[in-house]
């Protein structure tokens, strides 16, 4: 079975701070997929990064990125510099041969950026 | 490009009423399809997937079915709602298993 943890269920910053949200996987595949979703008020999620297990180079995209350390089954997610338009909840997920490669979400965590 | 679409928007139905949410994908073909449902703002719920026309898997046995009548076309239903079945209800797309889904504008479904 596949599981994707996301410990903090809600983190507020001030505008301009540096946000990280942990992101903790267990599968059994050797061969899987992690993403990270940003779901904002409006509810549409939205699809920010696929990573495959083989690929653990860290990745920037902008104010984002990426750190996949496959020694502790983690693919946490900075948001550099935060502004208010990154207030959402921001749900990691896993996709692997185990679960048929559907995708198992994480619970979630809530950021909200205040001015 | 790609596009996924969903209606409606927001629905309200007493308990009891049928149920007929459709999504459909423009711009791909023979899109994966999925609906999922969200409770309480948290925790994607997958109910149900589809790899082609016709082939629908359900993940989670409940008061729901799904039907893929054409190649970008998905139907969730009911018969009678249940006060359980409000949520809101996603429909996603993919190129293949195992790659990233795109998500559609979401249904709120309230049943009262």
């Known amino acids: 079975a596949q599981k994707v943890t996301q410990a903090q269920t809600e983190i507020s910053v001030v505008e301009k701070e540096d946000v990280t949200l942990d992101c903790v996987y267990e599968?059994?595949?050797?061969?899987?997929?992690l993403f990270w979703y940003k779901q904002p008020p409006s509810g549409e999620l939205v699809f920010l990064i696929r990573?495959?297990?083989?690929?653990?180079q860290n990745e920037i995209s902008g104010r984002y990125s990426w750190n996949f350390q496959k020694s502790t089954s983690s693919f946490n997610f900075t948001i550099t510099a935060s502004q208010v338009v990154d207030s959402a909840v921001y749900f990691c997920?896993?996709?692997?041969?185990?679960?048929?490669?559907?995708?198992?979400f994480g619970g979630g965590t809530r950021v909200l950026v205040k001015p | 490009s790609q596009t996924i679409h969903q209606w409606p928007a927001t629905l309200v139905q007493p308990v009891g009423s049928p149920l007929s949410l459709e999504c459909t994908v423009e711009?791909?073909?023979?899109?994966?399809l999925y609906w999922y449902r969200q409770a309480a703002g948290r925790g994607l719920q997958l109910l149900f997937y589809?790899?082609?026309?016709?082939?629908i898997s359900s993940e989670v046995p409940q008061n729901l079915s799904a039907s893929r009548p054409q190649d970008r076309q998905f139907i969730l239903s009911s018969k009678k709602l249940l006060l359980s079945d409000s949520g809101f209800y996603l429909c996603?797309?993919?190129?293949?298993?195992?790659?990233?889904?795109?998500f559609g504008p979401g249904t709120r479904l309230t049943v009262t």
């Open positions: 996603a797309w993919s190129r293949g298993t195992g790659d990233e889904q795109y």
């Open positions: 599968t059994r595949d050797t061969t899987y997929y």
């Open positions: 990573r495959n297990s083989f690929d653990e």
């Open positions: 997920a896993l996709s692997g041969e185990a679960a048929g490669n559907k995708l198992t």
């Open positions: 711009g791909t073909s023979n899109p994966n």
């Open positions: 589809s790899v082609g026309i016709g082939q």
